[in-house]
Structure formats: C-alpha cells, structure tokens
Nanobody, 124 residues
Framework: QVQLVESGGGLVQAGDSLRLSCAAS????????MGWFRQAPGKDREFVAV????????SYADSVKGRFTISRPYPYTTAYLRMNSLKPEDTAVYYC?????????????????WGQGTQVTVSS
C-alpha cells in the first residue's frame, strides 16, 4: 500500500475552478492506477475519475465529463484533479485512491490505498 495525502479543497462559488492534489508519501505513483472518488452529505461515495498507469488513459463519471481532468505528470509523485465550472452539486469530500493493478477500475473495492479526503464546497 501507499500513503496518500489530498490537498487543495476549499469553499468556492459556482463556476469557479479548483485543483486537488494527491501526494504519495515517499513513493512514486508511476505504477499505480489513480482514482478520485467523492462523498456528498447523506450519499454513498461515488466514482469521479481514474487514470491508468500504463498509457495514461482516463475515464470520468458522466456528471463531471468535460469539466474535470485527472492527471499524474512526471515525476509521478502526485496525482491531480482539475475541476472547472464547479456546481453546487459537486460539493463533497473528495478522496484519492491507488490501485496497484493496471485496470482503470471504477470500483472502490479495487483500490487498496486511500487518502483522508479533502472538502470541496461550492456555493450557488
């Protein structure tokens, strides 16, 4: 497993942008599939985005497609989630997660390592 620490959350207005970071403690993320999930108050945690370590292909939830971008640039120590055109319904605790397998999974159970979460609040 790898230790992950998220940062970059905050309170913003609708239409604003934020970039979340997910840093690995003393490890490279080069050979991990990285995912972002979120949990809104009173709701189950849901998939947001994933990037595979092999080839860097990405997938997104329909609700964020075209607005959010996941990346994991060289030197592969940090993963990012760029969030544009934020909406009040994007308000949630955002979690990053790492999967040692190269499968681009959408399922929480496939990710062995998780960060502590960072709060994103979007006001209308």
């Amino acid at each position: 497993q790898v230790q992950l620490v998220e940062s970059g959350g905050g309170l913003v207005q609708a239409g604003d942008s934020l970039r979340l970071s997910c840093a690995a403690s003393g490890r490279t993320l080069k050979y991990y599939t990285m995912g972002w999930f979120r949990q809104a108050p009173g709701k189950d945690r849901e998939f947001v985005a994933v990037i595979r370590w092999s080839g860097g292909s990405t997938s997104y939830a329909d609700s964020v497609k075209g607005r959010f971008t996941i990346s994991r640039p060289y030197p592969y120590t940090t993963a990012y989630l760029r969030m544009n055109s934020l909406k009040p319904e994007d308000t949630a605790v955002y979690y990053c997660a790492a999967d040692r397998a190269d499968r681009g999974s959408y399922y929480e159970s496939d990710f062995a390592s998780w960060g502590q979460g960072t709060q994103v609040t979007v006001s209308s």
